[in-house]
């Protein structure tokens, strides 16, 4: 079975600053990883995945994550907060080999700060 | 393109009434998601559905649920009697399930907030 836990379930960061939330998996077989992001009282939209290709993955509004598998971890950063990145953002992991089921994180609620 | 369409987007209703809730994936898709958010066991799969067919069911919380796909454009979560406990946000989403293709993208619904009182 697989699994995924974000450590924070708040982070707070100054605008322009760095954003890291943190992901670490547990997985029998190779995962496919993604990170989600939900505004408020909106639906999810996928920020990007890791489909075992490329280990740093690059996504929508200048996020991206770095699959490391020695450290099962999938965190997700962002160079510089801006204040629309305030939401909240879903880890989720899923088998390899053509599986649809996701399995989501508890979700860590970013805040962004002037 | 519309996304995928919820309704209602939000149900206030009594403890033992019947509660359906209604979903119209993206046109084409061939893979449905039904699953609830609640603060408590945050995002979880209840069923989900490949070309209208029901595939894991595992997450339905109990005989009072649920699900059905009468056709590739629509489908529906019921659950009778309703509990105070079922208040929570439920989301559809849907994807197109490609033969040969390892994963593929599911694009939600904005939601539908149950409160049950």
């Known amino acids: 079975a697989q699994s995924v836990t974000q450590l924070g379930s708040h982070v707070s960061v100054s605008e322009g600053a760095l954003v890291l939330l943190r992901c670490n998996y547990s997985s029998s077989v190779p995962p496919y990883l993604f990170w989600y992001v939900q505004y408020p009282n909106q639906g999810l939209q996928l920020l990007l995945k890791y489909t075992s290709a490329a280990t740093l993955v690059k996504g929508i509004n200048g996020f991206e994550a770095e699959f490391k598998k020695s450290e099962t971890s999938f965190h997700l950063t962002k160079p510089s907060a801006h204040m629309s990145d305030a939401a909240e953002y879903f880890c989720?992991?899923?088998?390899?080999?053509?599986?649809?089921?996701?399995?989501f994180g508890t979700g860590t609620q970013l805040k962004v700060e002037l | 393109d519309a996304g995928v369409i919820q309704s209602p987007r939000h149900e206030v209703t009594e403890m033992g009434q019947e509660v359906t809730l209604r979903c119209k994936p993206i046109?084409?898709?061939?893979?449905l998601f039904w699953y609830r958010q609640t603060m408590m066991r945050g995002l979880e799969l209840l069923i989900y559905?490949?070309?209208?067919?029901?595939?894991?069911d595992s997450g339905m919380p109990e005989d009072r649920f649920s699900a059905k796909m009468p056709n590739a454009s629509f489908s529906t979560l019921k659950i009778q009697p309703s509990e105070p406990r079922d208040s929570a946000v439920y989301f559809c989403?849907?994807?197109?399930?490609?033969?040969?293709?390892?994963?593929?993208?599911?694009?939600f619904g904005p939601g539908t907030r149950l409160t049950v009182l």
């Open positions: 046109s084409g898709h061939n893979s």
């Open positions: 559905f490949n070309n209208n067919v029901p595939i894991d």
């Open positions: 989403a849907s994807s197109l399930k490609v033969s040969g293709k390892m994963y593929n993208e599911q694009f």
């Open positions: 989720a992991v899923t088998r390899g080999g053509g599986g649809n089921k996701l399995t």
